[in-house]
């Protein structure tokens, strides 16, 4: 709410000069909970430490980010020399009340880790088995950590399997029963009272449910081809013939089965849109696309209850968030800027209501919530200079200057005294009798 009035201001502000685009674009800007000169590619949620507050990591290639409930942030990690970041996740997989990380790395093949902090802050490696990992809701309702192996012709090889923490190691398990066609990152178990229910990222890009007792019938599937795979990494790797393949990998954005409002049901946290490219920076993609949307399960399939308004940016992660206050937000990470030629890349973390899926002002950027609306002061200070006026009203005594040639004119009237002259001859009548 807070922010649509920004939006309103800002619009207002404008005027007839700026497009509504622009008066957007200023409102994203007062509301951004963080800005960084990074091109992330992850977002994920969870503690650092027992019992403490949520906290946000962040993702590029090279670095992973922490970023407190007060939005600032502090490189934790790099991941090993020739090695580049793929995709971060994380999740408390042995529920000690501390998230470990699960870091996706291309260094001429695929190979994930799993990271536990330890108590002097730095991280462990607890195993690295080879193929990709991810950390997910299983169907128990316990946190599972699943793996896959990456191909050689094909970025995913063989079954889903899940993996388990056993004496500081990781044991592989049973294959779960899924399709062949489906990767590890496709996949969505919603623990219920009476089982679970299965929805999928589809191959065709449409979202879909699946029978969890014989996962290949489809039971469901979305009208529109909205499941977005966002971040694409171009790689080379060798195949079995020792040729440089140039291959390029589509990750959808990890999502989250969580309770979003907390009315106890679970939902899923997803980015799905369209699939324009928009965004090109070094070797990685992102296309457009970016909306976050909150889906419930229905009757049959997913039913959307609430998206971003942001609507064609390029948005590369979603995470459920509790600031210090206690408020419940989603965090959204979007690039914002993906010029990788003389401008640096630029992404920002929003902050959205999760009933409503608007953006909202975060407490840990007051002052710049506060400056776009204070402007009406201004206006006063532009009816002052009223006293001036009088000042102009001064120089009138010069016109007195201009009024006193009129003397001169007395000077004309004197010669009037030589009439009396010429009344003397009178005297000459007496003097005849
Ligand atoms: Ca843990
Ligand atoms: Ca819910």
């Not at 999928?200 to 969890?212: A, M, Q, V």
């Not at 800027?337 to 973390?349: Q, S, W, Y």
């Not at 209501?353 to 909202?360: Q, R």
Request: hydrophobic letters at 40%.
């Amino acid at each position: 709410m807070r922010l649509l009035l920004l939006l309103l201001v800002a619009g207002f502000a404008a005027g007839c000069g700026q497009t509504a685009a622009s008066a957007r674009a200023r409102a994203l800007d007062a509301g951004s909970f963080w800005v960084g000169p990074y091109a992330v590619r992850s977002l994920a949620s969870g503690t650092a430490t027992p019992e403490g507050p949520d906290v946000l990591w962040l993702a590029d290639e090279r670095r992973v980010m922490q970023l407190d409930g007060a939005g600032s942030a502090e490189e934790v990690w790099r991941p090993p020399k020739f090695s580049r970041l793929l995709r971060f996740e994380a999740a408390d997989l042995d529920e000690d009340g501390v998230d470990e990380w699960v870091v996706t790395l291309d260094n001429s093949r695929i190979r994930s880790l799993v990271l536990r902090r330890a108590d002097d802050g730095t991280f462990e490696e607890i195993a690295k088995p080879p193929g990709f990992l991810r950390p997910l809701l299983g169907p128990d309702g316990a946190s599972w950590l699943v793996g896959q192996s990456a191909g050689a012709e094909r970025p995913y090889s063989g079954p889903i399997k899940r993996w388990t923490m056993e004496n500081g190691g990781l044991v592989a398990g049973d294959a779960l029963e899924l399709p062949g066609s489906l990767s590890l990152h496709d996949i969505h178990f919603v623990p219920q009272d009476d089982g679970h229910r299965v929805f999928t990222f589809e191959e065709t890009g449409h979202l879909g449910e699946r029978d969890p007792r014989s996962p290949r019938a489809t039971l469901w599937r979305s009208d529109a081809r909205v499941v977005a795979r966002p971040v694409v990494v171009e790689r080379e790797y060798g195949n079995l013939l020792n040729e440089e393949i140039e291959d390029s990998l589509a990750l959808p954005v990890p999502t989250a089965v969580v309770d979003v409002d907390g009315d106890g049901a679970l939902e899923l946290l997803m980015v799905a849109g369209t699939t324009t490219p928009v965004a090109l920076l070094d070797n990685v993609r992102v296309l457009q696309g970016g909306d976050a949307r909150v889906m419930a399960p229905g009757a049959r399939g997913l039913e959307e209850r609430a998206r971003s308004p942001l609507l064609g940016r390029a948005m590369v992660g979603v995470v459920p968030f509790e600031l210090p206050n206690g408020a419940h937000r989603l965090a959204v990470a979007v690039w914002t800027k993906a010029d990788g030629g003389f401008g640096k890349p630029e992404t920002r973390v929003f902050l959205l209501d999760p009933s409503t899926g608007d953006l909202v002002g975060t407490e840990a950027t007051p002052s710049a919530v506060e400056v776009e609306e204070e402007p009406a002061p201004a206006v006063e200070e532009e009816e002052e200079p009223a006293p001036a006026v009088e000042e102009e009203e001064e120089p009138a005594p010069a016109v007195e200057v201009e009024e006193e040639p009129a003397p001169a004119v007395e000077v004309e009237e004197e010669p009037a005294p030589a009439v009396e002259v010429e009344e003397e001859p009178a005297p000459a009548v007496e003097a005849d009798p």
